[in-house]
């Protein structure tokens, strides 16, 4: 029995490899970097973490996908819908792993400035460079 799942998820990175292991047996296949993007990403808020023993920001997945889900990843950043599979991890445990993608969209990154926020050491924004 297979359950799976679809996802909106934004790629960051795709590479594809093909290398002989230790043994010399041939290892193909394609990493991609990837965020889950649900709601149109507005599960990514701006995150502010002061105490540098506690971590801040979104952690990437890493995923191997088959040597030929490099072609369905010409563009990154960008949306794709990930199909994901329910399997077994190595400690017995469900895990949900992305099995496929197909191309949604582009995305776009905007910087944007706080009036207000300071962080030490940061470096003050030309207001008049952004209009160019």
């Not at 995150?47 to 801040?56: A, G, H, I, M």
């Not at 088959?66 to 010409?74: L, S, T």
């Amino acid at each position: 029995m297979e359950f799976s799942n679809k996802v909106d998820v934004l790629v960051l990175f795709a590479n594809a490899y093909d290398m002989k292991d230790d043994s010399g047996a041939r290892v193909q296949g394609t990493t991609v970097h990837y965020l889950f993007w649900a709601d149109q990403g507005s599960a990514f808020s701006r995150q502010t973490e002061f105490d540098n023993s506690k971590p801040v920001g979104y952690q990437r997945a890493k995923v191997s996908l088959p040597f030929d889900a490099r072609n369905k990843i010409p563009v990154a950043p960008a949306i794709y819908e990930g199909t994901f599979s329910m399997t077994v991890g190595s400690d017995g445990k469900p895990v949900m792993k992305l099995v496929d993608v197909a191309y949604k969209c582009n995305v776009d990154f905007k910087e944007s400035v706080n009036p207000g926020f300071v962080v030490p050491g940061m470096v003050q924004a030309d207001p008049e460079s952004k209009k160019k």
